[in-house]
């Protein structure tokens, strides 16, 4: 195949230029780098296969020649990112959407929408199915990321059911994994790079929110069954494994064999309490689920975060 990824030179896309580069296709990596970093992708330059673009997918986007696939993982995926990009964010699930769709439609191309849990907002339900419509509130400062991924998903469909497209929706839970950056905002990102530098570590509330972290490994390989797929429904990617965030932090301080302290922080707003993914549909659908344990991810994402404080 020859295929688009957006947001190719971030955490997640990277991976996912690895992984089809790994499987003999080809692969446009595009990314406008305000999140992306072209250190995920520098091993790549070189590799016939492989051609990185630097361009904004809110603006007209052509590229010549075949396309099998188009893959939107652009846009602003943590807090501290679309807290700051609120706009951007906002365009790049709208209009961003609307142009890759384009872009499949003109080239008959599959079209796979990176999606997320947060569509779930706030849920009332665990764990969430994708049957389940959510609990957002969309003029919270949240929102800009959970309702332009609404959007996206609805912009999506509607390409499907009146172009009859071939699309494909991946709702992605929490995943940890190397490239995520040091000041990335969430919780595997905060607690590692607190304890190796022997900083305290920050709880939000009192730590008894929950989230299920998957491996990236995992999450890519049931992205590419998903791609294959003849299913056009949302699906949920994600591993089942259930913590508070109070024991992600002492797991975590143990695996760094760090003496860090706990410290306690306000509740951002809007904060889901719970996450946790319902993925009998992936089961079932894709014959997915993720193999790589929560401790056996965690150790190679702290292995990737020591080499990259000590190359700061």
């Known amino acids: 195949m020859r295929v688009i990824i957006t947001g190719g030179a971030g955490f997640i896309g990277s991976h996912l230029c690895d992984f089809f580069l790994a499987k003999g296709h080809s692969v446009i990596a595009i990314d406008n780098l305000i999140t992306g970093d072209l250190r995920n992708i520098e091993h790549l330059f070189g590799h016939e296969g492989f051609l990185f673009i630097k361009h904004n997918v809110t603006n007209y986007t052509h590229v ?31 209009l961003g959407t609307h142009i890759a769709l384009g872009l499949a439609k003109e080239k008959g191309a599959t079209f796979l929408l990176a999606s997320t849990s947060e569509v779930y907002g706030d849920p009332l339900v665990d764990p969430q199915p994708e049957s389940y419509w959510g609990n957002v509130n969309p003029v919270g400062p949240r929102g800009v990321y959970d309702e332009a991924k609404r959007f996206a998903e609805a912009m999506t469909m509607a390409y499907h059911r009146y172009h009859k497209m071939r699309v ?46 998957c491996y990236i490994d995992d999450l890519v390989k049931g992205i590419y069954k998903l791609l294959l797929s003849k299913c056009n429904e949302p699906i949920n990617i994600g591993n089942p494994q259930e913590k508070t965030l109070l024991e992600l932090a002492e797991k975590i301080k143990g695996l760094t064999r760090s003496r860090s302290r706990l410290v306690y922080r306000p509740l951002p707003v809007d904060d889901p309490k719970i996450r946790k993914p319902d993925i009998r549909k992936a089961r079932q659908i ?25 190359s700061k």
């Open 64 to 94: 010549p020649g075949r396309v099998d696939a188009i893959l939107h993982f652009a846009s602003p995926a943590s807090p501290v990112d679309y807290l700051e990009h609120p706009i951007p964010t906002l365009k790049v699930g709208a």
């Open 168 to 213: 494909r929706i991946v709702r992605i839970f929490n995943t940890d994994g190397p490239r995520m950056r040091i000041q990335d905002g969430r919780a595997i990102p905060n607690f590692i790079s607190q304890a190796l530098r022997s900083r305290p570590l920050t709880i939000y509330g009192d730590g008894s929110q929950t989230r299920s972290f």
């Open 286 to 310: 894709l014959h997915w689920e993720p193999s790589i344990g929560l401790d056996e991810g965690l150790r190679k994402t702290i292995d990737y975060f020591r080499r990259a404080l000590r």
